[in-house]
């Protein structure tokens, strides 16, 4: 059975909903790439930013 | 590609003092029995630690040391190794410092269950369950994801919450006379203020909130401030002056009209009026007015020096009556300002003093009479002018300090006005974003844990649908087996479900009894390892089947030896009736017995080369252990019968708990008696001598304490028995596939493995 990785998971997620904002789905990956930072707070300010724009 | 394990070697390990090497061959099958303490577990603690690390037994605090054999030497190396056909093979040391990578996706596969952790999965709570299976499926990283993604967005819950409420707080502080707070009303509000200080009103409330529209209208405000009746009147006072007294003036004034030239000016007109006729008209002698004698010239002369005297007297009064006259009106001009601003601040609440009255006679009268000025009057009056005056300012300062005008007010209105709002819109501007930000995370948030429900969902439904099969092969005939399943439960949970006469039962543990739960656990086990192992093609069970009866035992047994023959299984036992059950269906497995355990020497083991406890009776005959053989029959006496009881369904009576499946030989017999009499009565009598012949063995020659006093007589005696115990069992073999007749179906319709044998002795009535 194929066990995919959280990044794969997330990318066919994102790739499956419609109207997200543009770059939306990259920076998203971006975060997770991030190892040394505090993940929940990358991803609350990924959306602040968004909504911010 | 699954492995297999071909070798393990022990050293110095658990219960293993020296070297124990079991030979599983290309990586066959094995079962190994051995009674409590005989040192079977140690094989799956060697098998554990290998592939996962740790054995979850000592992986509590304190328990580690116990890795190694307690007797050993310091300088004696503890190691695990493992022959695989594959690549994960190797050698473990202890202290282990292999690195966690090493074992992380081998702790994703399944292939332990032990007896004292079976229903482990079976109790955890949902969530539990989920954590457990979400590590199994390898979805640990998405969850842990997932975790983060729901804590960032409870955050951005909590912030735009916040946000709201400022929002509202703002919202309160606007709102006047309970109406509703809207941009309308807000402007109209500031429109109004604007329009008491005479500036324009802002357009808009994006125009408002401009920093250069306060500076601008607070610069407006200020030149086109009108000031109040109280300012006006406290300006009035402020200014108030006192008439300047000029005492010289006052003096000299005085000095003239006391004067004897004074005397001469209510007389100018008849000077004037003399010096007119003489000039005009001839005196001659006499005088024209009174008759008297006179010189004309020197007549003429005194006219003119008296009309020199009157003017030059004239002349200074005039000179002194004119600033006199000028006083008089300041004094009077003051005196009447003083008199309106009383009545003024009377009317405003503001109580000033009564003006002292004018002293006009001592001046204007003066004036008039050409009399002398009263100066002390007019100087105490002055003085009361200024007392008057102090008065009033103190007045006026007290008046002024009580409280800021009206415009500053109105300016201190406006300015706080002006911070609400921009404050305001600020909250009004960051709880949009915060919303904004909240919606999208919402939506994001929850696709994802919609795709990880349908994608577990989907595995379930798979691992649901191998269970229930699992599940019906332990439990055949029985309405549950079709009716198991795993269904995800709330957003973070899983659990096991059954229908349940009709009724929907998750968790199950309400009605099924602990066997029941047992075999669901053990269905769970194998449907997962199925689904899941990729690298791992062993299973390794350790004492899984203390809850289960004899026929549910020999059913694991047929379903492990066929269900699962593409594995490679290793299952640990103690009890004797699963072994043989095993070695009877799975004659191509290894096996191995262990005898019992030693400190010094460790587990002490029997290799079943021949199948079946009957070969090993006739080995134990064969190397002169006629006791040991007799013992061995017995027990294969014993269980052959309560296995043909078992099979069809021989009416014994019942007993509570483990006694049920204990039972008393004789017993056995006569339930053997009883089935064939019922089903198979030509069978019976056929078998019947035999019978006879096999219940004299038990009580002479298989009884162990009778045979061991008779010495090398009883060799031939044991023999005897041990064929009769053979023939009897080959009544219910088939002589092609060895398996039993009651191997498929029920004992209406049973047959062999391979078919050509059925149940004819009992069906041919």
């Not at chain 1, 794969?8 to 770059?23: M, Q, V, Y």
């Not at chain 2, 605090?61 to 004696?76: N, S, W």
């Not at chain 2, 009077?332 to 503001?350: F, I, P, T, W, Y």
């Not at chain 2, 199925?530 to 026929?551: M, P, R, Y």
Request: hydrophobic letters at 40%; charged letters at 25%; aromatic letters at 6%.
């Amino acid at each position: 059975m194929h066990r995919p990785s959280a990044q794969e998971f997330l990318l066919a997620l994102l790739e499956s909903l419609e109207d997200l904002p543009p770059d939306f789905a990259r920076r998203f990956a971006e975060v997770l790439k991030g190892e040394d930072v505090d993940r929940s707070q990358a991803i609350r300010r990924l959306f602040e930013d968004f909504a911010g724009e | 590609m699954s492995e297999k394990v071909q070798r393990l070697v022990m050293r110095a390990f658990r219960g293993i003092p020296g070297e124990m090497i079991v030979d599983l061959g290309k990586g066959e099958s094995i079962v190994v029995y051995g009674d409590n303490g005989t040192g079977k577990s140690t094989f799956a603690d060697a098998l554990e630690w290998y592939f996962t690390g740790e054995i979850e037994l000592l992986s509590h605090e304190g328990r580690q040391h116990a890795m190694r054999h307690v007797g050993v030497d310091d300088d004696e190396v503890t190691s695990v190794e493992v022959v695989t056909n594959g690549a994960l093979g190797g050698k473990a040391l202890f202290p282990d410092e292999r690195e966690p990578e090493t074992f992380q996706a081998m702790r994703r596969e399944t292939f332990l269950l032990r007896g004292r952790t079976l229903a482990d999965f079976v109790n955890k709570t949902k969530t539990e369950k989920w954590k457990a299976l979400v590590e199994i499926l390898g979805l640990d990283a998405i969850e842990s994801l997932r975790e983060d993604f729901q804590r960032a967005r409870n955050e951005l819950r909590k912030e735009s919450k916040a946000a709201e409420e400022l929002v509202k707080q703002y919202r309160r502080a606007l709102a006047s006379d309970g109406q509703v707070v809207t941009h309308e009303t807000v402007l109209s509000n500031l429109q109004q203020i604007c329009e008491m200080l005479g500036v324009d009103p802002p357009r808009s409330l994006n125009q408002a909130v401009d920093p250069s529209w306060l500076t601008a209208a607070v610069g407006a405000s200020a030149v086109s401030a009108k000031p109040t009746n109280q300012e006006s009147l406290l300006g009035e006072i402020g200014a108030l002056t006192t008439p300047t007294l000029d005492s010289h003036l006052l003096e000299s004034w005085n000095a003239l009209v006391s004067s004897e030239r004074a005397a001469l000016l209510p007389r100018a007109a008849v000077v004037r009026e003399a010096k007119r006729l003489v000039e005009t008209r001839t005196i001659g002698a006499r005088c024209p007015v009174c008759g008297q004698s006179v010189n004309e010239k020197e007549l003429a002369r005194r006219i003119e020096r008296a009309l020199v005297e009157v003017m030059e007297a004239s002349r200074e009064l005039e000179y002194l009556r004119d600033p006199l006259v000028q006083l008089t009106h300041d004094l009077r001009a003051a005196h009447d300002k003083r008199l309106s601003l009383h009545k003024s601040g009377h009317a405003m609440g503001l109580n000033l003093a009564p003006v002292t009255p004018l002293p006009a006679a001592a001046l204007q009268g003066a004036i008039d009479s050409l009399g002398s000025v009263n100066i002390e009057a007019i100087t105490g009056y002055l003085a009361d002018l200024r007392k008057w005056d102090a008065a009033a300012n103190e007045l006026a300062r007290e008046a002024s300090s009580s409280g800021p005008s009206t415009r500053d007010t109105q300016l201190v209105m406006l300015a706080a006005l002006y911070e609400q709002i921009k404050g305001w819109r600020r909250a009004e501007d960051k709880a949009a974003r915060a919303l904004r930000a909240v919606t999208l995370a919402d939506r994001v948030f929850d696709a994802y844990q919609a795709k990880q429900k349908a994608d577990l969902t989907e595995i379930l439904k798979r691992i649901s649908g191998r269970v229930a099969q699992i599940y019906a092969a332990l439990h055949p005939g029985e309405d549950l087996a079709e009716a198991v399943s795993i269904e995800p439960w709330t957003a973070k949970g899983v659990e096991l479900a059954v229908e349940f006469y009709g009724s929907h039962q998750r968790p199950p543990h309400g009605v099924l009894s602990e066997s029941h739960l047992n075999s669901l656990a053990i269905s769970l086990f194998l449907a997962m390892a199925e689904e899941f192992n990729a690298q791992l093609g062993f299973l390794l069970l350790d004492d899984v089947i203390n809850s289960f009866d004899v026929e549910h035992r020999g059913r694991l047994a047929e379903l492990l030896a066929e269900g699962f023959s593409d594995w490679q299984l290793i299952v640990l036992t103690h009890d004797q009736q699963f072994f043989e059950h095993l070695t009877r269906r799975a004659p191509s497995w290894r096996k191995l017995e262990l005898t019992s355990w030693s400190y010094a020497s460790g587990p002490r083991t029997t290799q079943y080369e021949t199948s079946g406890i009957l070969a090993a009776a006739r080995e134990r005959l064969g190397s002169g252990d006629v006791q040991g053989a007799a013992t061995k029959a017995r027990r294969a006496l014993e269980e052959q019968l309560q296995e043909v009881c078992e099979a069809l369904w021989a009416p014994l009576p019942f007993r509570r708990g483990q006694a049920n499946d204990k039972r008393e030989i004789g017993e056995l017999f006569k339930g053997v008696r009883r089935t064939l009499k019922e089903r198979a009565k030509t069978l019976l009598e056929s078998v019947e001598p035999l019978l006879k012949h096999l219940e004299a063995d038990v009580g002479a020659t298989l009884n162990v304490e009778v045979h061991g006093s008779r010495g090398r007589s009883g060799a031939r005696e044991v023999e005897a028995a041990l064929n009769r115990i053979e023939a009897l069992d080959g009544m219910w073999s088939c002589p092609e596939c060895r398996t039993r007749v009651w191997h498929r179906g029920n004992p209406d319709a049973a047959r062999c493995k391979c078919g050509q044998s059925s149940f004819p002795p009992v069906r041919v009535n």
